[in-house]
Each structure stands twice: as structure tokens, then as C-alpha cells.
């Protein structure tokens, strides 16, 4: 249950038009519904205004299931990232509505329809490896309300590419952009653009990168003053950011 469904809730019992006995029924599983091996945090949206994400890796397919159908019951847009396919197959049994995202490795429900929000999310990769991260934080962001600008195969070994999309990259509200090898492009992209930049580093490179930490640390030691920084193949992460972000400037 959101914030704009509990609010209609507490109308309706004022008016009237349902007892509070049948209110309280509804409102059994606020703040968390405990399913034996995972406590489902209902409230989330109302603290925060976004639901809770399953995460998957880790869980059986039978717990993802049974995770997504408790979200899917309240009513709220569902997500689950870093899924296989079992675990798809499990969801898609209990809740037939659920999408699989094969590059993004994400099951998504969407139940409501968000505003979309005033701002523009750009989503810049450094090359084709970094894809299912970039695609993780499109699903996310889009899933949230944002309106997405995906930029793909702009890293700097061919910085023309790059400089050719400046123009889209200052139309942006906040960049997300995912490079693996040394990490270089957020500083590069902070450097065109007067908007927060989130730096993904993704785990793409040979063995001197060492699974993304070298992308990590080049990006926290960007001269870019812009730029910040998420936790290695985090675009899940980003996207969230970036949609605090975009909502913050929808307010002003």
C-alpha cells in the first residue's frame, strides 16, 4: 500500500463507505507481513514514497516467488533485480502479469501508472559489456516514473562518440553512467554537463581491473566535482538515486 492508497483508505472510512473494522483488516500487514523466511516491509512506500525491491541472487526461486506475490497482493509496482529465469518461472506462475527483463536480469509488475516525472534521466555506457548494468538502472528508473535517454557505446578509446551526444547529455536532470576498465568516462561526462553525474563502475576489464575496483577508484578520484559515485554493477542503485533526484527538482 502507497501513500496516495492509504490516504484513500482513510477517506473512504470517514465517508463512510468502509467500516474500520474492515480498515484494519487492510492494514494487517502494515508496517511488514512475515512470510516465515523474509519479513515483507509494506510501508516502505509510505516512508519513502517507493516500494521495496526484491533482491534475488541468493534466494530460491520459491522465495522470490513467494516475496513478489506479497508485494503484487498491496497493490504496489513490483521489482525484483539480479533474477535468472527459474526464478522468472516460479514468479510468472503466481503472478502471470510479470515481466522478464532477460538483459537486465530484472521481474518487474507494473500495477500503477506514475506521473512521469518532469526531469530526464540520461543513461550513458561506456560500451556494449557494460549493457545489463545500463539496463538494470533503465528498468529501475523507468519502473519509478523517469523518463529515460539512453546513450550506449560512448566510451572514451573513441571520444567522438561521446562528444557527438553532448547536446542529449545537457538535456539531462541527473546522468547515470556505467564504465568498467579503468573508469574514466564519468569524469569525462561530468566535465560536459552542469547536472549530478552517478558514476556505476561495472566489473568489465581485464585482469588489472580487478572485477570493477580499478573503475571504482579512478571514479572516487574524479576531478569532476560533479560526479558520485555507487557501488561496483550497482545501476540498481543509481536508478534510485536518480530518481530522489529527479523528484527533488520536480518540487522546486
Known amino acids: 500500500m502507497n501513500r496516495d492508497q492509504l490516504r484513500q483508505l482513510m477517506e473512504a472510512v470517514q465517508g463512510g463507505e468502509i467500516s474500520p473494522d474492515a480498515a484494519c483488516d487492510r492494514l494487517k500487514n502494515l508496517p511488514f507481513e512475515d512470510l516465515g523466511f523474509a519479513k515483507v516491509d509494506h510501508h516502505r512506500s509510505v516512508r519513502t514514497g517507493m516500494p521495496e525491491v526484491i533482491y534475488s541472487r541468493g534466494k530460491t526461486a520459491d522465495q522470490v516467488a513467494g516475496i513478489f506475490a506479497s508485494l503484487a497482493a498491496s497493490g504496489v509496482n513490483v521489482l525484483a ?33 506514475l506521473p512521469v516525472r518532469a526531469g530526464r534521466v540520461a543513461i550513458v555506457c561506456a560500451g556494449t559489456s557494460d549493457l545489463p548494468v545500463a539496463e538494470e538502472a533503465r528498468v529501475t528508473a523507468e519502473l519509478m516514473g523517469n523518463e529515460v535517454d539512453m546513450v550506449v557505446d560512448v566510451g572514451v578509446a573513441g571520444l567522438h562518440r561521446l562528444l557527438s551526444q553532448h547536446l542529449r547529455l545537457q538535456e539531462a536532470t541527473v546522468l547515470i553512467v556505467c564504465a568498467g576498465m579503468e573508469g574514466a568516462l564519468p569524469s569525462v561526462v561530468g566535465g560536459l554537463v552542469g547536472a549530478p553525474v552517478i558514476a556505476v563502475p561495472t566489473s568489465v576489464g581485464y585482469g588489472a581491473s580487478f572485477g570493477g575496483v ?18 561496483i554493477d550497482n545501476g540498481f542503485g543509481a536508478a534510485y538515486v536518480a530518481t530522489l533526484i529527479n523528484r527533488i527538482d520536480r518540487a522546486k
Do not use: K, W, Y
Open 81 to 113: 533485480t539480479r533474477a535468472s529465469r527459474g526464478q522468472f518461472d516460479a514468479v510468472s506462475q503466481v503472478e502471470p502479469r510479470a515481466v522478464f527483463h532477460e538483459a537486465a536480469g530484472c521481474i518487474t509488475l507494473r500495477q500503477q501508472t
Open 214 to 231: 580499478a573503475a571504482l577508484l579512478g571514479m572516487l578520484n574524479s576531478c569532476s566535482p560533479n560526479v558520485t559515485v555507487v557501488n
